[in-house]
């Protein structure tokens, strides 16, 4: 019986040292891998292809040191940053909020929905990044005008994964509510909106991307602060290191976000079983 | 379960009812046609007809969640217009919100029926008591087994203390052990404190295509006709009760009265037999 036990123990410890070196070999080759890519790229424009177009590792990072330590042609980075993600944030809540609304609405009325089906098409179709021109005409150099970009953008992809997950919801589970004594507005609060949740989650993961792709761009067809204005600032001096730590910082600003919806949806979700989970994370 | 029932009349008529639905084909499909049943209060009916007959339209006319076609579907008394009082519905399918704990989903019928949330909860945490899942109070339903997940059903439905309770198929997806398991425990919750078990007052129309089921449980059982449903023939099922689950199909008295009533399902399941081949074909 002890002796079980004890082969028990064993396993159980085999097991977890088995999963410990596995996940230090996969993460041991991820670091090889980046060092090889930046290694090489780093030697190759040493020595092969011309820095001045395609910039190099060591450049870029100089570039960003260079940025946060004595600051950007256009001032502080901090201020382009927060600039950008001022207008991202508040497109991405705007969008997030119209577009859940919106799409719940519309999901639980056959009548409007069959109503609005081919105008919500067909503004579906219209290349969206075009309306940043005409809402720097509209709205001017400022804030709004890229706020309105990010708007537009999120809202559509949220939109339509709200639509779909109304009206996916399971009409054993209305009736089921509607039979217990639930009003239509219970049913919509209790049944309609938790079901719709795990669509909308996952829109919200490319939208918040969405948003800050609607605010670089908005920068880009004029601006007076932000990230997209540093980028197009660098393409006008021909400077690549520039744009690529503009890129960089970017990226890092998406993961950060993308880490907070998981954490978020993490909490939402919690009732979901963990295969789901699991399979939703990679 | 206590009852709202009026001493005098059924519980459930329906008279003459018709139900037709506007298939995807642009047809018409008759699902019910001139449907006669009465059931008193306090009453277990089960009724069996060949799968896909239209049992289930019947039941969805009684709740109110369809309107008849044709004809009149009273409920104590009073034609059906909305969802009536008094009447709790288990569905074939899971119907337990996945979101919520085994408690909450026991209390949202007395939340939805504007109870406060701690007293709704008092009630719930006894229900989940009664149906035997004392301790599973926090598990979601994903955490719990087919036949768990029934129980959390049949809760949430015995919590609004119906005195009509409809069953659409609610065992038929769990195996043979877990199935005759749970037709104890409902024969014993429907029963109460009523030391005869023949019921607190809850009429029950209980629907199946498990002929064995329906005699084991059913005051009377009701044949159905093949699609489009209608009453074909009733049978009194003289068994005594409390009736143990498993152990009553063995006795010849339930012999007797299964074989008299298939006699009478047999030529339906056979004409629903030869339409599907029909269509196979």
Known sequence: MLLELDDHATAVAQARAAGRRRAFTVNAVRVLLVVAVLGSWELAATYWIDPFYYSKPSAIWDRLVDWFTTGTSQGSIWTQIAYTLEEALIGFVLGSVGGVVLGIV??????????????????NAIPRIILASLFVIWFGLGMSSKVATAFILVFFAVFFNAFQGARE??????????ILGASRTAVLRTIVVPSATSWILASLHSAFGFAIIGAIVGEYSGADKGLGLLINHAQGTFDSAGIYAGMIIITVIALLAEWLLTLL???????????????ARI | MPTQAEPDGPAIELRDATKRFRSSSGGVHTAVRNLDLAVRAGEF?????????????????VSGLEPPSAGEVLVHGRPVDGIPAGVGYMFQNDAVLPWRT????????????????REARER???????VGLGGFESYYPHQLSGGMRKRVALAQTLVNEPSILLMDEPFSALDVQTRGLMQDELLRLWAGDDPLGKGGGAAVVFVTHDLEEAVVLGDRVVVMTAGPATVKASFDVPLKRPRDAEEIRLTPEFLEI??????????EVQITRERSAGNAA
């Open chain 1, 169 to 178: 919801v399971d009409r054993n589970l209305v009736n089921n509510a509607r």
């Open chain 2, 45 to 61: 009916v089960a009724v069996v007809g060949p799968t896909g007959c239209g049992k289930s339209t019947t039941l969805s006319l």
């Open chain 2, 124 to 130: 719930a945490r006894d229900w989940v008591g009664r």
């Open chain 1, 106 to 123: 519309l999901g639980r009325s056959r009548f409007l929905s069959d109503v609005c089906a081919p105008f919500i098409k067909a503004a």
């Open chain 1, 265 to 279: 949806e993490r909490r939402l979700l919690r009732w979901r079983p963990p295969v789901a989970a699991n399979e």
């Open chain 2, 102 to 117: 085994v408690l909450d989903n026991v209390a949202a019928g007395p939340r939805y029926r504007g109870v406060a949330k």
């Open chain 2, 258 to 267: 299964y074989r008299e009533v298939w006699e009478s399902l047999r030529e």
